[in-house]
């Protein structure tokens, strides 16, 4: 599955961005859905997952309360809504797929085996 990440730019602190994963031409039901982040000198972390359907998610706690993972049907698409960006939110975005249920584990990187390109996000103070 090749999965295209988009919607990253530059904001300030406060304001919001939405990213936005695809994967045309696949369908995506019986997947689980992710986004990571990487920050210059830090490891990949975990931001938010969900089952497609949306049954099931969870974010990291650094996020909870600004970020909101949802499918887009329209544009079948996997969103992520960011608000009330702080700089430390600075990264290169993923997105990222696997096949099959949500698990205690969907916070673990090495579990995944789809993943898009990254898109920057950087957010100045």
């Known amino acids: 599955v090749q999965l295209q990440a988009s919607g990253g730019g530059s904001v300030r602190a406060g304001g919001s961005l939405r990213l936005s994963c695809a994967a045309p031409?696949?369908?995506?039901?019986?997947?689980?859905m992710a986004w990571f982040r990487q920050a210059p000198g830090k490891e990949r972390e975990f931001v938010a997952a969900?089952?497609?359907?949306?049954?099931?998610?969870n974010y990291a706690e650094s996020v909870k309360g600004r970020f909101t993972i949802s499918r887009d049907n329209a544009k079948n698409t996997m969103d992520l809504q960011m608000n009330s960006l702080k700089p430390e939110d600075t990264a290169v975005y993923y997105c990222?797929?696997?096949?099959?249920?949500?698990?205690?584990?969907?916070?673990?990187?090495?579990?995944?085996?789809?993943w898009g390109w990254g898109t920057q996000v950087t957010v100045s103070s």
């Open positions: 969900t089952t497609w359907s949306g049954s099931s998610l």
């Open positions: 031409g696949r369908d995506l039901s019986g997947h689980v």
């Open positions: 990222a797929a696997r096949r099959g249920v949500f698990r205690s584990d969907h916070w673990r990187r090495q579990t995944y085996n789809f």
